[in-house]
């Protein structure tokens, strides 16, 4: 999404004197009787927190704000996509109604040719915006707004979380506006994680970046209507097998941690399409562990496995935001209490896990279609946090020197 190249940021389209500095959003409700409030100073929120985006956002801009923008910027709202209003610690409000496209740093899912079509399929995430149009200044706060058709999202920030004392708590303004973007393009992956992740987990799954839109889609109604689990697991292995793995192939095959992997995946892929779930598990779930250890474990020892996962997290986190649809947190704790989990023997109906499948707790019957693709997608989430993370910390080396 490319916009005009400006060298100097752009004059604000309006300028207010709110008297008050804005300092944040009460979280409950204060009285006479109870007078402590807790009150939210920075956040990001879009539809995945149902309306709380609206009503933070219809607070900022009362009635009469909103006048009195309309009527200091010339125009009004239709047609915008958005408003920053940067606010200085003393009140003073300066805002600029975004109509233009914006440069905006996404990832790929693939390779990609200049001038190709994107689908949202191919985008992994928004990593950053460029905001040197907006003249927001080191200690000033921001209000941000943002729509994607009928959908919003904002980022908020006060003045004092700007201050010197307290800089290491901040979101640059740039990272805020690549979350919310994120929040918006991949809605529907963000509200499956955020509304649905424990049904999700009772059933093997999280929102891989491995997943299609329309497999999210589909996942979506299994969690919300009890739909048939096993016939989705279906439709994304075959979408996986004949759509995304193809397109991985070259991708896995330059590179040195993953290369080796090629030939055991080619196999899986077999034996997926011979409908052998378990030989497909006891393929690809030791990989997931030691492609982990190789990408990002230390060289001197085999870690167990909560190391080790705080060794994922770390490279994940690297080259994510926060809010991410990569969703690094989320995934690590997944890794802990699904795929990595432990099993009690003594229970009738052990789950499927990486330990369960080692000791042979678990039947071959037992292990099904959605098992297999999961781990498959494990092991793809894996790659794209290795990649990214190593290109994250070329990137800082080049910085540095």
Same mark, same amino acid.
């Given at each position: 999404?490319?916009?005009?190249?400006?060298?100097?940021?752009?004059?604000?389209?309006?300028?207010?004197?709110?008297?008050?500095?804005?300092?944040?959003?009460?979280?409950?409700?204060?009285?006479?009787?109870?007078?402590?409030?807790?009150?939210?100073?920075?956040?990001?929120?879009?539809?995945?927190?149902?309306?709380?985006?609206?009503?933070?956002?219809?607070?900022?801009?009362?009635?009469?704000?909103?006048?009195?923008?309309?009527?200091?910027?010339?125009?009004?709202?239709?047609?915008?996509?958005?408003?920053?209003?940067?606010?200085?610690?003393?009140?003073?409000?300066?805002?600029?109604?975004?109509?233009?496209?914006?440069?905006?740093?996404?990832?790929?899912?693939?390779?990609?040719?200049?001038?190709?079509?994107?689908?949202?399929?191919?985008?992994?995430?928004?990593?950053?915006?460029?905001?040197?149009?907006?003249?927001?200044?080191?200690?000033?706060?921001?209000?941000?707004?943002?729509?994607?058709?009928?959908?919003?999202?904002?980022?908020?920030?006060?003045?004092?979380?700007?201050?010197?004392?307290?800089?290491?708590?901040?979101?640059?303004?740039?990272?805020?506006?690549?979350?919310?973007?994120?929040?918006?393009?991949?809605?529907?992956?963000?509200?499956?994680?955020?509304?649905?992740? #424990?049904? %999700?987990? $009772?059933?093997?799954?999280?929102?891989? /970046?491995?997943?299609? +839109?329309? &497999? !999210?889609? =589909?996942?979506?109604?299994?969690?919300?209507?009890?739909?048939?689990?096993?016939?989705?697991?279906?439709?994304?292995?075959?979408?996986?097998?004949?759509?995304?793995? #193809?397109? %991985?192939? $070259?991708?896995?095959?330059?590179?040195? /941690?993953?290369?080796? +992997?090629? &030939? !055991?995946? =080619?196999?899986?892929?077999?034996?997926?399409?011979?409908?052998?779930?378990?030989?497909?598990?006891?393929?690809?779930?030791?990989?997931?562990?030691?492609?982990?250890?190789?990408?990002?474990?230390?060289?001197?020892?085999?870690?167990?496995?909560?190391?080790?996962?705080?060794?994922?997290?770390?490279?994940?986190?690297?080259?994510?935001?926060?809010?991410?649809?990569?969703?690094?947190?989320?995934?690590?704790?997944?890794?802990?209490?699904?795929?990595?989990?432990?099993?009690?023997?003594?229970?009738?109906?052990?789950?499927?896990?990486?330990?369960?499948?080692?000791?042979?707790?678990?039947?071959?019957?037992?292990?099904?279609?959605?098992?297999?693709?999961?781990?498959?997608?494990?092991?793809?989430?894996?790659?794209?946090?290795?990649?990214?993370?190593?290109?994250?910390?070329?990137?800082?080396?080049?910085?540095?020197?």
């Amino acid at each position: 999404m490319v916009g005009r190249d400006q060298t100097m940021p752009k004059p604000p389209d309006f300028e207010i004197d709110a008297k008050q500095a804005f300092i944040g959003f009460a979280l409950e409700a204060a009285s006479v009787a109870s007078p402590s409030v807790l009150i939210i100073t920075q956040g990001i929120f879009g539809p995945e927190s149902g309306n709380r985006a609206s009503i933070y956002c219809e607070s900022f801009f009362s009635d009469s704000d909103l006048a009195r923008i309309q009527e200091s910027a010339g125009h009004d709202f239709a047609g915008a996509k958005g408003i920053l209003v940067a606010v200085s610690p003393e009140g003073r409000w300066r805002g600029w109604i975004i109509t233009d496209m914006m440069k905006v740093q996404m990832r790929a899912a693939r390779r990609t040719a200049v001038g190709e079509m994107l689908t949202l399929d191919d985008i992994r995430d928004v990593v950053n915006v460029d905001v040197s149009d907006f003249d927001v200044r080191s200690s000033d706060g921001y209000f941000l707004t943002i729509r994607i058709g009928f959908h919003r999202a904002i980022a908020f920030r006060n003045p004092e979380t700007a201050l010197p004392s307290v800089a290491g708590s901040q979101v640059s303004l740039g990272a805020a506006f690549a979350m919310a973007h994120s929040l918006l393009l991949h809605r529907k992956r963000h509200e499956l994680a955020v509304k649905h992740i #424990p049904i %999700l987990r $009772d059933h093997g799954w999280f929102p891989f /970046v491995g997943l299609s +839109e329309s &497999a !999210v889609n =589909r996942l979506e109604i299994c969690a919300c209507t009890g739909d048939d689990w096993d016939l989705a697991a279906h439709e994304i292995a075959a979408e996986w097998i004949d759509i995304t793995w #193809p397109k %991985l192939l $070259d991708a896995w095959a330059g590179d040195p /941690v993953f290369a080796p +992997e090629v &030939a !055991v995946v =080619r196999q899986a892929v077999d034996l997926m399409r011979q409908g052998n779930w378990h030989a497909v598990c006891a393929l690809v779930v030791p990989r997931v562990e030691g492609v982990s250890v190789r990408a990002f474990g230390p060289s001197s020892r085999w870690p167990r496995s909560p190391a080790l996962i705080a060794d994922i997290q770390t490279a994940g986190l690297l080259m994510a935001n926060h809010i991410s649809s990569c969703f690094v947190v989320p995934f690590c704790d997944y890794l802990r209490d699904v795929f990595f989990a432990s099993f009690d023997a003594s229970i009738k109906n052990i789950k499927v896990t990486r330990h369960s499948l080692a000791h042979g707790a678990v039947l071959p019957t037992d292990v099904t279609q959605s098992h297999a693709i999961q781990a498959l997608l494990c092991l793809q989430q894996l790659f794209y946090f290795h990649l990214q993370s190593t290109t994250a910390r070329e990137s800082a080396v080049d910085d540095i020197s």
